[in-house]
């Protein structure tokens, strides 16, 4: 391992299940052990993934993974669906995988809830390798055990906490990461600074912007990592009654309205929380729990990575305020929302009066 390779972590959910997250020099390398492995081991195993990927690590699949049964999808969210889901279970069926064989998700946050919920839910439960390609699916979605699809009513409406056996994050697939992508990415490292590390939050300040190839990036993405796994250590299948793993939806209440109303596939998710994280720092600040200044300090973070912090187009206030009211974490009617005390501390919290809501989203161009 060379001396810039990030330590591992772990995902401690008890024993027998917490897993590693692994920062590899190497994927090709990890993939080719593996295969070997579970060749030798007569374990079957099979690949899940997308067609952009495919291309774009066409060495990998042409050479490594050549033996492996792929499944490949068309990008995007609209393959997070049932029908998928269907022909993935019919692929495994096909190839008999059995209880003892793996699947290996390869992709994003979409290929991973889609592969992680058909390893989920075939034969009740094979095992799965989360290989995200993305910076989003490395800080957030690849970990945790989040896995589902969307159904028409909305989305990640059905799915189940399943967790991979490792996360094997190798950076340099960053590399061919459309810009937009990795700003979208930068929107979650972002928010990890603001709910629960205000070191992290100015070192982002201090950095030069971020990109793939930043000497820094690893180390940025492990400290991420490392959040993120704390978080689901205490708070496993967000139970938690204040705070626990729902501050991860810091900017996402106001971010999932957005896409919603707006229509999915008009902002990238991480851009929607973009301008959500500042309705979020808005509503705190009208609240009296941050200064102007805080948001300021948000606003021009996020600009840094050309993110948006205020809607390209206007959209309903109303529409919005229902939007979030359906949102599937709202419980029992009341809308909990993700509040900062300060950069750094955020807090769970439903007394957020409507007329503060409205003039959050007004600020954020909502007419
Ligand atoms: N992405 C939010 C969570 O994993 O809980």
């Not at 992508?181 to 100015?202: N, P, T």
């Not at 606003?299 to 187009?313: E, G, H, M, N």
């Not at 206030?317 to 599937?328: H, P, S």
């Amino acid at each position: 391992m060379s001396e810039e390779q990030p330590e591992d972590l772990v995902v401690e959910i008890g024993e027998g299940r917490s897993y590693p997250i692994r920062f590899v020099e190497s994927i090709a390398d990890k993939l080719s052990r593996l295969v070997v492995q579970y060749m030798d081991e007569q374990k079957g195993l099979v690949v899940v993934t997308d067609m952009n990927l495919a291309v774009a690590q066409a060495l990998l699949f042409d050479d490594i993974l050549k033996e492996v049964p792929t499944f490949t999808v068309s990008p995007g969210e609209s393959s997070k669906n049932l029908l998928r889901l269907g022909e993935i279970w019919d692929f495994l069926a096909n190839i008999r995988l059995d209880r003892k064989g793996a699947v290996i998700a390869i992709g994003g946050g979409v290929i991973g809830d889609l592969a992680g919920f058909a390893s989920a839910s075939f034969l009740r439960g094979t095992s799965y390798f989360q290989v995200p390609t993305t910076l989003l699916a490395m800080v957030d979605s690849s970990i945790g055990g989040k896995t589902g699809i969307n159904l028409e009513a909305g989305k990640n409406l059905v799915g189940a906490f399943f967790h991979p056996e490792e996360v094997l994050i190798d950076t340099t697939l960053l590399k061919t990461l459309p810009d937009a992508e990795f700003s979208a990415g930068m929107a979650e490292v972002i928010k990890y600074g603001l709910l629960g590390d205000a070191e992290l939050f100015s070192r982002l300040e201090d950095l030069d912007r971020l990109h793939p190839e930043h000497p820094e990036l690893a180390s940025i993405i492990r400290r991420c990592c490392s959040i993120k796994a704390a978080v689901v250590s205490e708070d496993e299948q967000e139970t938690a009654t204040a705070g626990g793993r729902a501050l991860l939806n810091l900017g996402h209440t106001f971010g999932h309205a957005i896409e919603n109303v707006s229509g999915y596939g008009i902002y990238l998710h991480g851009e929607a929380v973009s301008i959500g994280m500042v309705a979020a720092a808005r509503m705190s600040c009208l609240k009296g729990w941050i200064p102007e200044v805080d948001v300021g300090r948000i606003v021009r973070l996020l600009k840094r990575y050309d993110l948006p912090v205020c809607l390209r187009q206007p959209l309903d206030r109303m529409e919005l305020l229902e939007a979030m009211r359906q949102d599937k974490k709202v419980r029992r009617g009341v809308v909990h929302f993700v509040a900062m005390r300060q950069l750094g501390d955020s807090f769970t919290t439903s007394e957020v009066e409507e007329h503060v809501l409205l003039e959050s989203l007004e600020i954020i161009g909502a007419e």
